[in-house]
């Protein structure tokens, strides 16, 4: 039996109606501006090509793993729901019968942001008017479908109606970016940029590390078996980025431990990774030198540092095995930013022109530490709320955790850093209402004027993100 | 100076009136369910005999560390609170003064769940209409052992007038389970059952480990100095303790900490434990392998695996060597659930008739680890807010921080993990009352629909208890 | 363009009509009780001499390091603040030019307890009506300065107006307390008193150990070079602290590690501690036992033991080097007091006579060990909300993780920790809106009775500091 669909005007504000009045104020001022992505994982392609969506499970359930790890938490089978296998092993084709997964659970996202997400799509995006069921959900994956193919639903099309001012992709050291490539000259390009994640090619754990390395020389032709051909092989792939746009790095370690080893030991350590013989405990180690590595580059040619720390990633080895990387099953852990950053710290966190941005996945640091680092250190900023706190109680515990001791000019703005790249309006819109929410509560408890936070309300929906990541020139 | 005593129908709500409206509409569809309470610790030889309690003293103060451990961090000696001591040395045994010591301390419980409890108890169970104090302390006293000895307060007309649909208890692996087998024909067997509880023969550590081992020999014929022998000897107290009722095993360890040892390192662990030589860290090997090797054998007999880590017992010694177990100095400490469980669900993690509850005394770990991981293994389920959480702050913080990434559905209603008999009900009402706080505040803020939020509170109140522990059959 | 300046009556209280009534009415009675203020760090040369402060810049900028590591945070260096450097380097002198900075940068401050603390100073202390901007900053300047010269703004004028009861100032083992001395008969020596922290000679890794050790023999004649010496000086030294008024001890140190050796090992460890051989584990050990000798000397003496940990000292070495101590670079970490503190608990937790009070950086630690630890051991109570905590966010934090478990009664009213002393009145005045706020919403949500929360607001605002302090003789 099917319901209203209503995106209700006040959602997300406090049910208090001197808070909630206020909310709407600042709201209102902020609900249209442009949207600024500095951090995100939508595929470049669409928009060096322009081509049409497909369809509506393999755009909306199949690339969304908040979706299928609570489908999978209740039991139901990956295979089912169309994620494909490494071994290439069947999975289900049906698309309308996934589809109608979707539908026949919906309930399961009661209460999280996905819910929120997806009914934004749904009203927003598409225009429904009744809430997803499963008397529906067949003429929903039509419609859906058919608007799919519409002019109105090309990617850049959508980058227009969603009002994206500037949207970062995220490419691997070794990408070639010819999809960014592509979109030189076209004017998306001054919209979609890049951003440099070498993770590939500093991790002596990931798959293919040696042969990433070897990718790594052929593009730059630098000796990269030798500690400063690979280091000027970096350098190199960091000014091709920046030539496809790219204003920052981002750094996505299982620790924030960073190291400030001699050259001497920088060789030894690399010779040894170099050698597939490296412990666990090296490994991390070498981890650690490549982001003081990392930040000493920045402060030679000035890209934004993102520290992202914390995944224990593919914690379900057989879910690994059979599907590849995230599926669902990366699951945070505890991180001492404390201990592990000061060696970074010590050599370069006095430097006037190094910019790091940190975010966590452990809430516990961000009174303890995150705050306490932030409001000290010039070279450090707070991203926002990240990941599994990218959600209406993750951002509320975000901004009274860290406010009174970091205030809020040491945030940057909200990242949306997702692959759902229909979700994005929704991600934003989420972000403003928490943060008008937040300021509307402290005007009415006289901690902030009304006028402090109208500018504020602006800062945190636009102009952080844009100063944090350099994206004013 | 006496006063009122009186339970205000909007208790536990959000004094804000939208919410507050929405609470009561809610409360009012789950107040009068039947209680499930599935984790708990009542003496089950009250159901089997059915003899009157004796005493208010005994029955309220004595076996609740609650208390008890309010008045000792005050001052108060646990000898002057009846507390009995291991060497039978002198404590006070009238039992009036120490019902008068509870009326004039009956302050230091402002703001803490025992005052609800308590006053509950004493308003709904007993009728009393003043707040406990000196001059009525006497008063309360005799009328509480007036009642205690009537018809209407026998442990079963109790069980039927809470409207307890079901109620277990816990007994450990070599308990003859002998008050449970008196119940049956009787009735009181529906609704009474055991829980399988094996710490005493699976921590190396626990006082009279080898003689347990004894014991469990003699028990089911197994020879237990071998592994699979003692392997066995469990499988076999499990299929006892089924065919008592239960469905559920409960697991105590100091951490979550599992392993997943090839046999012939079991058969070498086991033979150093059996030795009596075992090292503090294998004996948490040993407790590591046992988790294991249990969520295996729920595998094989379909029981519901709790685990409990977390507490560090007995933290004052001196209390411990004078007073004994569960004294009120167990004191909860970090918790690393995703480095320690991953033996385990490495192992099984993917079967789809395993069912393993997690609960937490480490708050941190709720949005960090336990809501990722129930999110995620189709396994795992999150317990409620446990002891010193089981409290209205504890169990809002807990829905606040586990539900966007687990949702609703990856947890199991509520546990009253209790021996206070006659505070069951306030329990429950307690629980159910936060619910649908929480769901309200969810309502108003249009983060879910009023619809939903019936369907949730009855879920939360009732069903997923019964279906978490198996107990619809 | 100035804006007025107006503290709100209703300022920190929760916006809900109901709760913001009660807490109207609650802080109505605790307003204008005394402050007692029982761990700080105002200048004791200040009450002994009282001189007139002399200027605006020098008394409000540059000691406090809530401010200037926010301006430090965000490019500003700490030269152009005045913060004179180690080595008499230059540094800006021009006070009115660093005014001006505070003034253009006043916005950072939004949303923490800085801009809070500073209104308070501007509104109630000097009487602006005005908030601060850079167009009244010179005016501003100027008129504070005038104010510091008059009879009204010297310091002991400033107590009385405070309605400051009892001040406590914190001094080193070795500080010859002449400012109290000279007190001694002016009357302000029953308001200000000491406070014995030991840390300079009893953890070895602090700047000039040996030589405070010798100080240390210099001041007692006693043989600090032998165990038994060195403690039979820290008895001298508590002793004549004793007699300016401390009933206190404080101990800063990075962890809460207690240790309780035998006295051959505590010898040995002495000697190798006086050898400036010690390694860090060592050194910690020594801390460690040091802290468990404190206790015991406290078990004879009766001063109350503060324990302050969790503080990783001077993060940032290149400010460390240049600017020295309390520069803003102190970051909070991780704490562990359940293992940690087990061994001086196991000695003396049960003596009737110790009382030891627990502060923490790490608010994870508040419900899973704070306060299950003081909720049990009768020597045990917790502070308050402490350094980046002391924050309306912080402390309502604190109370909504503590209060259940431990109660109000194992809490000892505030503390402001300042140096900052024209922001003592505006700290406890925040503690105690804040105090009422929970109070009033536990009124409005039936926990309990309005006639209790007047109780507590007396007790949280007043009583219970003296009494925990020890101050009521």
């Known amino acids: 039996m099917s319901k209203p669909l209503h995106l209700h005007p006040d959602r997300l504000f406090s049910s208090d109606p001197t808070q909630r009045a206020i909310s709407r ?3 209102k001022t902020v609900a249209n501006l442009p949207i600024i992505s500095p951090h995100g ?56 019968k996934i589809w109608h997964i979707l539908a026949e659970n919906f309930h399961l996202f009661h209460g999280t942001p996905s819910s929120i997400w997806m009914n934004f799509v749904f009203s927003e995006v598409f225009g429904f008017t009744e809430v997803l069921c499963p008397e529906n959900a067949e003429d929903y994956y039509h419609k859906i479908n058919a608007k799919l193919t519409s002019e109105a ?16 992709t995220t490419e691997g050291a070794t990408d070639d970016l010819k999809h960014h490539a592509k979109m030189k000259g076209t004017g998306v390009d001054n919209t979609v940029i890049t951003t440099f994640r070498p993770d590939d090619v500093t991790d002596p754990e990931r798959l293919s590390f040696m042969a990433n390395l070897e990718t790594l020389a052929d593009l730059t032709g630098e000796n990269v078996t030798s500690w400063s051909g690979y280091l000027n092989a970096l350098r190199s792939r960091r000014e091709v980025f920046r ?34 013989k490296a412990t666990p405990e090296q490994a991390e180690l070498f981890r650690a030198q490549m982001l003081t590595e990392m930040a000493g580059m920045s402060c030679e040619d000035g890209m934004v540092m993102q520290i992202h720390p914390g995944a224990r990633r593919n914690h379900n080895k057989k879910v690994f095995e059979r599907f590849g990387f995230d599926k669902g099953c990366d699951i945070p852990g505890r991180t001492n930013f404390v201990e592990d950053l000061q060696p970074l710290l010590s050599k370069f966190g ?32 707070l991203g926002p709320a990240w990941w599994f706190h990218d959600s209406p109680e993750g951002m509320l515990r975000y901004r009274h955790n860290v406010t009174e001791t970091a205030g809020f000019y040491n945030t940057v703005g909200f990242n949306d850093d997702t692959r759902a790249f229909l979700s994005i309006p929704s ?22 004027t009304e006028e402090a936070a ?12 844009k100063e944090a990541y350099q994206l004013t020139k």
Request: proline residues 4%.
């Open 350 to 381: 006095t430097e006037s022109d190094l910019r790091v941005i940190l975010f966590t996945l452990d809430e516990s640091a961000y009174a303890r530490e995150l705050a306490p680092l932030a409001g000290h250190y010039p070279c450090l900023k």
């Open 243 to 276: 030539a496809h746009g790219a204003t920052a790095t981002d750094h996505g370690h299982p620790s924030a431990f960073t190291a400030d080893l001699s050259k001497a030991d920088c060789e030894k350590l690399f010779s040894i990774v170099l050698s597939g």
């Open 427 to 448: 991600r934003h819109d989420v972000a403003r209402r928490i943060d008008c929410r937040f300021l509307a509560q402290l005007v009415t408890e006289h901690r902030i």
């Open 153 to 168: 639903f090309r990617p850049r099309a959508l980058l227009e109606r969603f009002n994206i001012e500037l949207l970062a």
């Open 25 to 27: 104020e600042l709201y």
């Open 41 to 96: 994982h939508t595929d470049p392609s669409w928009f060096a090509d322009n081509e049409c969506f497909q369809n509506a499970t393999e755009l909306l359930i199949i690339p969304d793993h908040y979706v299928f790890r609570m489908f999978y938490s209740q039991g139901i089978k990956l295979e089912d729901l169309g994620i494909p296998r490494i071994d290439g092993g069947e999975v289900e084709t049906d698309y309308l």
């Open 454 to 465: 109208h500018d504020l309300a602006y800062d945190l929906s636009y102009r952080l993100a």
